[in-house]
């Protein structure tokens, strides 16, 4: 029997699919050594810490029940403590609001402020699940440039004063996905002025601040402005599968968000944020955690940058990464990315070719070294310097 047709919504057809999660199944084969998703390390998840956590939490009945719909107390006021000393003012529990991953947070503040038509402004190349959601609510997407001081201000500037006036601005400031660049400390501050001074929210989207491999980042953008909603999460530094973000901000769109969380999902996990409680405030264990994560990425990221230097020479540009998960290589002899991933796979090494940031980068690719060892990331370049080589 044929299948029935469906008539999908105006809002789902304007929805690319996610080339990189669609790029993920095909790359999950256990002989492919992937350098495409912007996973944790699987040895560095704290297993052992989180069953623990999860055998006392276990016991309680809260942990078992519905909970708040803007997350459990503990967590938000443990957050709420923790921002306050981030952005240098007293950040109240009620301005935070636990999402299911930040991606959830990205999706209600999305519904929260963007009617279809309104401008919203990305990075070029960007975050790929934040082109979706934006799509999702029928945004009209403008783009501004990176360079390697992240987001170039002086350019949205530029657009500004030509007349845009987009609803919000969403930034990943610090180690950028994919570019792996991070905000100058100046160009934070002129985000924050543009903000105050047009009237639009900037979404600052800050996974992986806490990776920093020698020197912490500057201070968020949300420190110079209140038209900021900072979004946080577990994923990168404690373990994805608790669906664990959150995000502060304005307490007219956290109270908005409140209710499209209520229609969307009515709660979050009580039991994973319980978890995510026991391991934050564990602030001995959460430092040493911390520390040996950066130390393995960071040396991760050398191996990386200094394998394809090596391999390919003057025929590449690639990032020396600060912190994050991510290498972003541009070919300066026009090799077309989408081919060379084709021959890659056949040979078995993944990455995220440009295009699927943009379409203009057909000649960049994303590297991530997050879940390999040194040795398993020089094999890796090798198997790609042969699939460079076949094309
Ligand atoms: N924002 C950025 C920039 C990301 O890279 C990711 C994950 N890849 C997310 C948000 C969403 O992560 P999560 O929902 O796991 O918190």
Known sequence: M?????????????????????????????????????????????????????????????????????????????????????????????????TSGSQQALDLIARALVD??????????????????????????????????????????????????????????????????????????????????????????????????HTPPPAPVAAASDLVVRLGSASKTLAPALRTGWLTGPRELCRAVERL????????????????????????????????LRAVYGERATALAAAMRTVFGERITCTDPDGGMFCWVQFRDGTDTDRLLAAAVTRGVAFVP????SPWLTTALRLSYATAAPEVLRDGVARLASAHASI
């Open 2 to 98: 044929p299948d029935p047709s469906v008539r999908l919504s105006g809002s789902v057809r304007g929805v690319d699919s996610s080339a990189i999660r669609d790029l993920l199944t095909l790359t999950a084969r256990p002989e492919v050594i992937s350098l495409a998703g912007g996973l944790p390390a699987a040895e560095m998840l704290p297993t052992a810490r989180m069953a623990d956590a999860a055998w006392r939490v276990l016991r309680s009945p809260e942990a078992a029940q519905y909970t708040e719909t803007t997350g459990i107390g503990a967590l938000r006021e443990l957050l709420a403590r923790r921002q306050s000393a981030e952005l240098g003012r007293e950040v109240d529990a009620r301005d935070v609001v636990v």
């Open 116 to 213: 279809p038509g309104d401008a919203v402004v990305l990075e070029e190349p960007a975050y790929p699940g934040a082109r979706q959601v934006f799509q999702s609510v029928g945004a009209r997407i403008e783009s501004v440039p990176l360079d390697a001081d992240g987001m170039c201000t002086g350019r949205l500037g530029e657009m500004l004063a030509a007349g845009l006036r987009p609803v919000l601005v969403h930034t990943v400031a610090t180690f950028h996905n994919p570019r792996g660049v991070t905000l100058a400390a100046a160009r934070r501050v002129r985000l924050a002025a543009l903000a105050d001074r047009y009237g639009f929210l900037v979404v600052e989207d800050d996974p992986y601040g806490q990776l920093y491999f």
């Open 261 to 292: 969380k209520q229609a969307a999902d009515l709660c979050g996990s009580a039991l994973s944020q319980s978890i995510a409680v026991e391991l934050l405030s564990d602030e001995e264990w959460l430092a040493a955690h911390l520390a040996s």
């Open 354 to 357: 440009g295009g699927a940031f």
